[in-house]
């Protein structure tokens, strides 16, 4: 599987656990000089920030940095 397709599965697994809403990635655009952005909205009732460390913990065993930010569902808008 490619690094897309690990992190994808992650996170496809986290909306289909019903703890994130959704996502967007900027996985299009990573470089080798540059880090993999992740746009997610948690799921109403699930702690935002504890998502977010899941995230962090999951793409940190797959051997990516990452940065995450947390949005509303609504805003989940793509990268530049």
Do not use: H
């Amino acid at each position: 599987m490619t690094i897309w397709g690990d992190v994808n599965a992650v996170l496809n697994g986290l909306v289909r656990d019903g703890r994130i809403a959704g996502y967007r990635t900027n996985m299009a655009q990573v470089s080798a000089d540059s880090r993999l952005k992740i746009r997610l909205a948690a799921s109403p009732g699930e702690d935002a920030e504890q998502v977010r460390r899941a995230v962090l913990r999951a793409t940190a065993r797959l051997g990516i940095v990452a940065d995450v930010e947390l949005r509303d569902a609504g805003d989940l808008s793509a990268f530049d």
